[in-house]
């Protein structure tokens, strides 16, 4: 799979809000996954497929209805694309709103090997 590809898919799943099926798909068993220093309850820093697994499913249970997903176009350069990504949710405790991140992804050997989002 090209990088390209890999983006196309990776935006269609964060789209469709289907994080477990991208991650087992696209990414490396060896991942690395990176959050802004504001990230309350989350690591700054998560290695391997297994224990981003187990982030995104944090982050999911943590959601107490979602409104939908909207990614921009990606864009890439060489190895690595990102996109930004809004996030019309209500939190478990919190009021509604949109999340906005900036995603950007490193590809080795045709699979994401680091994630890490801006906000």
């Known amino acids: 799979m090209t990088v390209n590809e890999i983006a196309t898919k990776l935006v269609k799943y964060c789209e469709s809000e289907d994080y477990l099926t991208a991650q087992k798909e696209l990414y490396s068993d060896d991942v690395i996954s990176i959050e802004p220093e504001d990230s309350h309850g989350y690591d700054k820093e998560t290695k391997g ?66 994630e890490e989002f801006f906000w």
């Open 49 to 114: 497929l297994k224990a981003v697994n187990e982030k995104i499913q944090k982050f999911v249970d943590s959601i107490e209805t979602s409104y939908g997903s909207k990614a921009s176009v990606p864009v890439i350069a060489g190895n690595s694309f990102s996109f930004k990504l809004d996030m019309d949710i209500k939190m478990k405790g919190q009021e509604r709103n949109t999340m906005s991140e900036l995603c950007v992804f490193t590809i080795k050997d045709e699979k994401i090997i680091k």
